[in-house]
Structures are given as C-alpha cells and as structure tokens.
C-alpha cells in the first residue's frame, strides 16, 4: 500500500556508488518546467526544484518515470571506469570499447546510485533552541496567522538562517524530532537531579559515619559488659545420683546413717564428740574423753544424721583404753555399722574419717593408712596417770579435729577399722580457752580389733580387763628399752608374786628390748605392746641381763579397770 514514502529497490553489493560518474549530455529540452520534457523544474527560493504545472504539490507519477515528470537519467559509467572522451557514452557501454555496466540502469533514478532528481530538497534541521518553556498555565503560543509547514515538494520561504554546528555535547543531546526547545526543558529537568544526587550521596556519608560511631559504641560495651542480653551460663544436666560403692561418696553415704554426734554437759563442764551405732539394740562406742565430763549426773544428747534426737546413758568406760559405751531408748530403725579386721590393714590402704569437728557433723574426710603399731599416750591430766591411755594406734593423715574423737575410721568397704582418738597438733593445745591447733596430717585412731573386745566387756561387764605381765617398770629409765624397777612404789617387790613375770623367770633390773618380734624403746611402748593382747595370751619377751639377751615366755594375765 502507498504509505507517503518514496519506495526504492534495496541497495546491492554492486551497485554501491564508485568514483564520480562523467557528467552525462541531458536530453533536448522542449520547454522549461514542462512535464515529459526532461528539463530541470525551476529553482525555488529554498535551493529545491518546484513541481511541474500542472500538478499538485504532492501528486506522484506512476511508476517508471520520473516523480516530477522528468526524464530518467542515463546511468554514468559503472563504479570505478570513466567515460570516454568526447561525449556521452553508448547505451550498453561496449561500441567505444568501455566497460559494460555490472547492473541495469536504476528506473526510479533514485540518490545515491541515480542523478539528481528534480524533487525539493528535505526541510532544513531543527536545532534546539536556548529558550525556557512556557511557564506552568500559561496560554500557549499562538500561531503566526497564514504560516503553516509547507506541503512536501511545494514552495517553502526562504530558508532559516543555519546556526553554527553544535558540539559533541550537544550533538549526545539532541533529538532531531523534538519540538524546539525541548532539549532546554529536559536540561532544566535533570538539574535538580544532579544536586539530589549529591545530596544523596552526603546523606549516605553521613548515615555510615552515625553507623560506624553507632555500631562502635556498642562493640565497646559488649566488650566490656559482656552484652546486651541476659547472661545464661552453660551448666551440665543432672545426673544419676549413685556412686561407686568403692568411692568416697560411696562409702559416705553409707556409713553416715549410722554415725552420731554427742553432745554432753556436767560438773561445768560441756564437750562434743562423734560415735557409730555397734547394735540395733541402741549401743554406741565413742571415746572416754568424749563423755568422762558426764560423771554419773550429767547430760548426754546424741545427734542422728537426720537431724533425730535422744538421750543416752553411759553404759560403761575405760580410761587406759580410752574407750565407753552409751546406749539409746526409743529409737528405732538403727543401721549397725559392720566391723572390720585391723590386723588386715596394711600401709597405704585409703581411709574414710566420719566426725564433727569443731561441732560440725557429719563431716566427711579422707587419707590414707600412715603407719601402724604407733605407741601413743593421751590423757594424764589428772596427775596420777589413772587418766592416762595407752594405744597401739594406726596413724593416718586423714584430717582429724577435736570433735572427731570417737568416730569411725572406715576402710574402701565402708567397715570399721579403727576409732579416731587423737592428734599430734603443733600448738599447745591444753588449754581449751587458748584454742586448739587443727589438724597437721598426724591423726591416731584404735584400732578396731581392740576396740570390740573392750566394747564387748563394757556393755556386758560394765568393766574392761587390761592384759598384764605383773612388774613394776622404771618410768624414769633413759636407756633403751624398758627396765623393770628394783622397788616398787611402797617399798614392795618389783616382781609380783605368782605373777606371769614371776612365773617365766623375770627378775628386778632386767631390761626388756622385744615384745614379740617388736622393738622397745620405753617403758610406755610396753605396756602398749602388751595391752594390744588379750588376757590368757602367750607372748615372748626378749630381755637383756648382764650383757646377754635372754628370750622368756609367758602367759599374760588380767586387771580389771577403775
């Protein structure tokens, strides 16, 4: 369909423009401006050609002629040849011998592979021009009276004066089909949009310079503070409450049921102490010291480890093994602890030591077996030695305090071993209103095996019987061993009588260096070695007499206790 638009065959390869055609002889002329003539149309003001009379501005011929009615023109030579010299070359380009043309003659003579054609030139561009728009509701500008864009190939006025060419700048905004001024409104437009994009760019300088200061701010006080939340500590979940039964918790809980704590008050006197359940019938072993400030009025309260309550009696006690027994009434759902063997225990064994030191029950401490067979003397305060105790102790460094006297030393079974009796402490502890140093690591317990035989006869004789040998020794001998007296005290016989000593053959001066397979140094280790034995024993003493040593046998006999 017909569209208004010159139409033209597409541009080929070989017909692209070559160097400048020889100019052509035009045909003869019949009459200036006439259609079919082939003359050029007359010149208009504005450089074009006018259109032929005769016809409208805008009519256009058929095809196969000229648009303006001219004649086609002849093509030029073809790109790269020339022609020859004289005139005007033939029409197939061969009888003068030149070149043939590599295509037909283009019909439409269109530009630029045709002549010139005698059609109007194209309007003249539109520039920008530098005027503002009008003003926001302002009339529109009204139009010149009679000017109107001429028609396309009619007459135009004379041409607009051509600014100067515009540069680059200009050229990378300019819109050839914009109405003038156009370019000035968009320049207009997009100035503010330069100065909000830096002002953008401000404010984005200004929001990272508050967030650094912001965000440094709260580094420092989380550094410093820990953060901002509430702190919640990792903590482990609970766990199964047994242990081991060879653990010292193990031990403890079961040992502590049966452990008390006494309380006892007399003759002006108060004094705390710990004992251990031996029956269900309520007898309980503790120390002599621990209760001897009762006397036969006084007051004994025993302590459970639940915190249960009740009055005890003194049953029985004995100064020279330093031991008593107390019993309950009204309770009931006691637990026994059993006993164990100390003769069976041996150096290093661990040890568990229940008591309240300094009045703080069931207190729970560990060691291990120090040594064993350590002769200790406690008491003596009294003056005449009736007060004074004699143990084959087993020594440990389980922590041991005043308070812990009485208590139970327990083995990794949870048996009784021993019964915690005294410290070796590094002050001097005599006096109870100076204070009593703690324990330094030198703890002495009784052992057990002599602890139920002297429980035994207490609860059953109310008295305890001591072993004896039946001499009276020298306590003021500094040699080595123990030496029998030449005198005794009243003036009688050093040597008893029909005693064991007597029997086996035993005289005054003798000096006794062996209990046994034991060492004697003194006259108290003595006795200690021998009270570690029952009455009715047998037990071979070696003795030195006149430079020879002598080995004696005997059979021990019995005391009873004050």
């Known amino acids: 369909m017909d569209d208004g638009k010159r139409t033209s065959p597409k541009p080929t390869w070989w017909s692209r423009p070559g160097a400048p055609k020889a100019p052509v002889a035009p045909p003869p002329v019949d009459a200036p401006g006439t259609p079919g003539s082939g ?18 501005g805008d009519a256009r011929p058929a095809h196969g002629g000229d648009p303006l009615g001219g004649p086609a023109p002849v093509d030029g030579p073809p790109h790269g040849a020339t022609a020859p010299a004289g005139g005007a070359a033939p029409a197939d380009g061969t009888a003068d011998g030149g070149v043939r043309p590599l295509h037909e003659p283009d019909e439409y003579r269109t530009p630029p592979y045709g002549g010139p054609g005698p059609w109007a030139p194209a309007p003249p561009v539109q520039r920008p021009a530098p005027t503002a728009p009008p003003a926001y509701g302002s009339p529109p ?3 010149t009276p009679g000017a109107h864009p ?15 060419e515009p540069g680059p700048q200009q050229w990378l905004q300019y819109d050839p089909w914009s109405t003038p001024g156009a370019a000035a409104v968009a320049q207009q437009a997009t100035a503010p949009k330069v100065r909000r994009r830096g002002l953008g760019f401000a404010a984005g300088l200004v929001f990272a310079l508050i967030a650094g200061v912001l965000g440094g701010a709260v580094g420092a006080y989380t550094e410093r503070n820990g953060g901002l939340s509430t702190v919640e500590l990792p903590q482990a979940g609970p766990e199964a409450a047994d242990r081991a039964p060879g653990s010292v918790a193990g031990i403890a809980s079961r040992a502590l049921p049966s452990v008390v704590t006494l309380h006892v008050g007399g003759g002006g006197e108060q004094g705390t102490g710990t004992g251990f359940v031996l029956d269900r019938r309520g007898h309980i072993l503790t120390n002599h010291h621990v209760v001897d400030s009762a006397g036969t009025s006084g007051r004994i309260t025993v302590t459970f480890s639940s915190g249960e309550t009740a009055r005890a009696t003194l049953v029985g006690k004995d100064s020279g093994y330093d031991l008593a027994v107390v019993k309950v009434q009204g309770v009931s759902r006691l637990t026994p602890l059993p006993l164990g063997n100390s003769d069976s225990v041996r150096v290093g064994d661990p040890v568990v030591a229940i008591g309240a030191p300094f009045d703080l029950q069931n207190t729970v401490t560990s060691g291990i077996i120090s040594a064993k067979g350590r002769p200790i003397t ?28 009485g208590g139970p030393l327990l083995d990794s079974r949870a048996r009784v071993i021993g019964i915690n009796s005294a410290i070796r402490a590094a002050g001097d502890g005599a006096e109870p209103d100076r204070g009593q140093a703690g324990s330094i690591g030198l703890g002495f317990a009784i052992p057990i095996n002599q602890g139920k035989r002297v429980a035994e006869e207490l609860i059953n004789t109310g008295r305890a019987t001591h072993p004896v040998i039946g001499v009276t020794l020298d306590m003021q001998f500094t040699g080595d061993g123990a030496r029998v007296a030449e005198r005794a005290r009243e003036g009688g016989a050093s040597v008893t009588p029909g005693g064991a000593a007597a029997a086996a053959g035993i005289r005054p001066g003798d000096v006794i260096v062996k209990a046994g397979d034991e060492r004697v140094h003194s006259g108290e280790e003595l006795i200690i070695k021998i009270r570690a034995h029952r009455p009715g024993d047998e037990l071979r003493l070696t003795l030195r007499r006149d430079g020879r040593e002598l080995v004696k046998t005997l059979t021990l006999g019995s005391s009873a206790s004050d």
Do not use: E
Request: charged residues 10%; proline residues 20%; hydrophobic residues 35%.
């Open 150 to 164: 001429p028609a396309y190939g009619s007459p135009a006025g004379p041409p607009p004066a051509v600014p100067a």
């Open 39 to 56: 003359g050029p149309a007359p010149a208009t003001a504005d450089g074009g050609r006018a259109a032929a009379p005769g016809l409208p």
């Open 141 to 143: 500008l009204a139009p």
């Open 378 to 405: 406690a008491g003596g305060q009294k003056g005449d030695g009736s007060d004074v105790s004699y143990v084959d102790a087993l020594q440990t460094d389980a922590p041991i305090n005043p308070g812990n006297s």
